[in-house]
């Protein structure tokens, strides 16, 4: 486990949007510390392996969960269903930052516990934007149990 805990987990299987995140989340110096999963097998691995944020230690978990909904291997509804149905994860936010507009994934997203959905824009400048806000609001001004506060603008 490392010394620093994460602050976003970025689960995302398409390279040009995960760059973008990234990107926007360096740009507006919103997170020291981002874990990536390529797919949904490897997002379970590290948020319930051995390795893990579910170690019970509350300080190593991540501040926030950036989850893609269309991902190889298992999907982000069952990675979705996972978190939420575990005590030592539950509390962790999740947004679905996705390309579906199906109502069948917004409505059952909701009914596993999901915190935000949110669609994914086309545009360069406006995914980077929509990343930005959320970056800002989970990370820095979002206040999580167990005395986590937002932890101020990074360096």
């Known amino acids: 486990m490392s010394e620093r805990p994460v602050e976003v ?7 040009h949007d995960l760059e973008l995140a990234l990107r926007a989340l360096r740009r507006h110096h919103l997170a ?5 999963a390529r797919d949904g ?3 379970l691995d590290l948020i319930f392996g051995d390795a893990g ?5 509350a300080s190593g978990r991540p501040r926030v969960i950036l989850l893609d909904l269309k991902l190889p291997r298992v999907d982000g509804l069952e990675v979705l269903r996972q978190v939420k149905a575990d005590l030592r994860t539950r509390s962790i936010p999740v947004v679905v930052l996705t390309s579906s507009r199906e ?12 915190n935000s959905y949110i669609v994914k824009p086309v545009e360069f400048e406006t995914f980077v934007e929509a990343v930005r806000q959320l970056g800002f609001y989970w990370v820095l001004m979002n206040k999580a149990p167990g005395g ?3 932890g101020g603008v990074v360096s």
């Not at 020291?32 to 990536?36: C, G, L, P, S, T």
């Not at 944020?53 to 230690?57: K, L, T, V």
């Not at 109502?103 to 999901?114: F, M, N």
């Open 9 to 15: 987990l970025i689960v995302e299987d398409n390279p």
């Open 32 to 36: 020291n510390r981002v874990q990536v």
């Open 41 to 43: 097998v490897e997002a």
């Open 53 to 57: 944020f579910a170690d019970g230690n």
């Open 103 to 114: 109502e069948s994934d917004i409505v059952e997203s909701y009914d596993l516990g999901v």
């Open 148 to 150: 986590d506060q937002g």
